[in-house]
């Protein structure tokens, strides 16, 4: 459940000539979501972790 709520934070913005994907969630998107509690946790860095991961093995 974490993982699909923070996977919902990753932003794109689109015209009709550009898409523009971020990797990583915005501050703004971030600092609005649920999952800004103020503090790092441990699902935080399994997240990240697992997303980073995923980054490095698209290349």
Do not use: C, R
């Not at 898409?19 to 609005?32: D, G």
């Not at 509690?37 to 972790?49: D, E, S, V």
């Amino acid at each position: 459940m974490f993982h699909k709520q923070i996977d919902n934070l990753i932003d794109y913005t689109e015209t009709s000539d550009v898409k523009i994907v971020f990797w990583w969630p915005t501050s703004f998107l971030w600092k609005n979501s649920e999952l800004d509690l103020g503090y790092w946790t441990a699902q935080n860095k399994a997240w990240f972790q697992d997303h980073l991961a995923k980054i490095a093995k698209a290349k």
